[in-house]
């Protein structure tokens, strides 16, 4: 399995758990409107992302290519797919931004606020939409440049 | 511009050198295995740096492992 594979299904799975979690806490019990003014809920969901971003950065670390192997690990393609992965990830974080905003406009217009939980999970979850929308689209690339490939 | 494919005889250069493994030209040249097999089959088409690392493993020139065809013309060589 290339490091770019590797990499990318480690981190749909790692920031897919992560995100699952958070979204857990975060509609828990009194839900979104009371998220800011539970404190351990917020300490939670701080927990969880700083638990996700550990493991992204041991997953990295262990991912890497190790100096002294004989074989190439990474090479120009695995460049351009993930380079493609990270250009076409953008617009949809751009989307996903704006279609949280928009769902919440319309949820809160009648009341006149936004709820200022809301502003945490829009922080958090814009950094799940890049993560996952990226290794998805890479390991999509990946498949289809490779799906006959014998390794 | 007509469209355009990147051909290459990189199977019958590797079975000229004594059947070399995809592997073994793969670390020659500086690349994944996978992608050897990719440009084999016509999926992958290499920068211009790697397709000369590639000549350079056979002691061949560009345009006999690499041509270019397009739609009108046929192979241009």
Known sequence: ?????KRAAFTFLIWGMV???????????????RYALEKWRRLAGAGIIACGYFSYGLM???????????????DERDEEI??????????FVLVYVFAL????WEKYQGIGFVPVGWMWFMAY???FAAFISSSVIALILEFKASAHGQG | MAKAEIRNK??????NAGEMTQEELANRAGCTRQTIILMEQSRYVPSLALAFCIARVFKAGIEDIFEYVDEENGADL
């Not at chain 1, 990295?60 to 990474?74: C, E, K, Q, S, Y």
């Not at chain 1, 905003?101 to 919440?104: A, E, M, R, T, V």
């Open chain 1, 19 to 33: 995100m699952t979690a958070f979204s857990i806490i975060f509609f828990y019990g009194a839900g979104p409107e």
């Open chain 2, 10 to 15: 990189i199977r019958r250069y590797r079975f």
């Open chain 1, 82 to 91: 993930q380079n493609h992965a990270n250009a076409s990830a953008f617009p």
């Open chain 1, 1 to 5: 399995m290339t490091q770019t594979r």
């Open chain 1, 60 to 74: 990295l670390f262990l991912t890497r290519i190790r100096t002294g192997n004989h074989a190439v690990g990474r």
């Open chain 1, 125 to 127: 979850s814009t950094s």
């Open chain 1, 101 to 104: 905003s928009i769902i919440l």
